[in-house]
């Protein structure tokens, strides 16, 4: 069977910005095997539409980067649903994804030409288990007092992501990690990748960030939705821009500056009660 492969691009904030994702349709008849080779061959994170194992669901995705299968990703799934919907086979909102960690509501609504797409994640998870700051500063090639007074911490929405805070932006826009050491901090706490970033503008809950994944293909990533999530759950966690409210507090990441590739990411975290309950990604895809 040929496949029909729908290229799009999530999360720019400019042209030459944002984050490739192939979607292949119809992929129920692909193995594995198949769909990890035509990742490789794309270069890029990619999404596969397959029809659902569990009755109420609409839709299953799988995600694969160049070198692995995930088990979530939030542009991936961005990019399939909006490809779904241009063609209209998806008409309603929500739409019910199954994952590998099991079923996401995303909703969906017409903006003019464009969608505006929101992925729910799961209530985050806070390790406690984490490396030192010289340790993370040994793998970011930075001293240790260039991290900010505030925690690193491994937070997790749906994939755990190392949060680093820096103390500018140009800290982090001219890090240069080591790579293999970085990699082997993440296979020693259980983490999917590091997540540096600064304040840009505090008054608008505006950040900076780059995301450096463990063994993916390629060594950065220029719009990553799942740590932007756990980034929110962090910043509010931790109280970093105040006054936090009960309901829905909007946060907005960019991201992919450094590689020239502008990109923006808007998470959400819903508190109740003094407590995170809900989290989720807003963003855009547009089909190239």
Not at 207 to 234: C, H, I, M, N, W
Request: hydrophobic residues 40%.
């Amino acid at each position: 069977m040929n496949h029909q492969v729908v290229h799009t691009i999530v999360f720019a904030l400019e042209k030459g910005g944002g984050n490739p994702c192939p979607v292949v349709l119809q992929a129920d008849d692909l193995t594995a095997e198949t769909m990890q080779q035509m990742t490789k061959d794309f270069g890029h994170e990619s999404a596969f539409v397959l029809t659902p194992d569990h009755s109420d669901c609409d839709i299953k995705l799988r995600y694969f980067v160049p070198a692995h299968e995930m088990e979530m990703c939030i542009h991936a799934t961005i990019g399939g649903v909006t490809v779904l919907v241009n063609r209209n086979i998806m008409t309603t909102s929500p739409i019910k994804v199954e994952t590998a960690l099991g079923p996401v509501n995303v909703e969906w609504k017409r903006n003019g030409s464009a969608l505006d797409i929101s992925v729910e994640q799961f209530p985050p998870q806070f390790i406690d288990d984490i490396p030192s700051k010289e340790t993370v500063g040994k793998a970011l090639n930075i001293t240790s007092e260039e991290i900010d007074e505030w925690p690193v911490q491994s937070v997790s929405t749906s994939r755990s992501k190392l949060v680093v805070p820096l103390k500018s932006a140009d800290v982090l826009h001219r890090l240069e990690p080591d790579f293999e050491y970085l990699w082997q901090v993440c296979d020693e706490f259980n983490t999917t990748g590091f997540y540096p970033f600064a304040v840009e503008e505090q008054s608008s809950r505006i950040v900076q960030a780059r995301q450096f994944p463990k063994r993916a293909g390629y060594p950065e990533d220029p719009a990553t939705g799942t740590a932007a999530s756990a980034l929110s759950a962090y910043l509010t966690k931790h109280e970093y821009f105040s006054p936090l409210q009960e309901g829905w507090n909007s946060f907005t990441v960019m991201q992919g500056m450094a590689m020239g590739k502008a990109s923006i990411i808007q998470p959400e975290t819903f508190i109740h009660e003094n407590r995170i309950t809900g989290t989720r990604v807003k963003g855009n895809a547009v089909e190239v």
